[in-house]
């Protein structure tokens, strides 16, 4: 069973910055990586982020590119969003998600509230 913990959600300005968090515990040994969703009033969920642990090969939404930087510290088993020049459309919950080897999203954290002022 993994367990993923965020941290560091708040409000901010726009153009602001903030760091995201996401401690995982309970880790497979074969595990891919770790990714980021956010989900927004009113909307369905949407990928933003993901990381393989090996290697360190991260992949982005088109909407944060150059904006959001993901990054990991194995020996902690946590990864990290950088999110710079924050936008009031980035307002959302963020899920940390665990990714399996065999593709799928199998375990969730509980989300952390971002919310980006005009």
């Known amino acids: 069973q993994v367990q993923l913990v965020e941290s560091g959600g708040g409000l901010v300005q726009a153009g602001g910055s903030l760091r995201l968090s996401c401690a995982a515990s309970?880790?497979?040994?074969?595990?891919?990586?770790l990714g980021w969703f956010r989900q927004a009033p009113g909307k369905e969920r949407e990928f933003v982020a993901l990381?393989?642990?090996?290697?360190?090969?991260?992949d982005y939404a088109d909407s944060v590119k150059g904006r959001f930087t993901i990054s990991r510290d194995n020996a902690k088993s946590t990864v990290y969003l950088q999110m710079n020049s924050l936008k009031p459309e980035d307002t959302a919950v963020y899920y940390c998600?665990?990714?399996?080897?065999?593709?799928?999203?199998?375990?969730w954290g509980q989300g952390t509230q971002v919310t980006v002022s005009s």
């Open positions: 309970g880790r497979p040994f074969i595990s891919y990586g």
């Open positions: 990381i393989r642990w090996s290697g360190g090969m991260a």
């Open positions: 998600a665990h990714r399996s080897i065999g593709g799928s999203y199998d375990y």
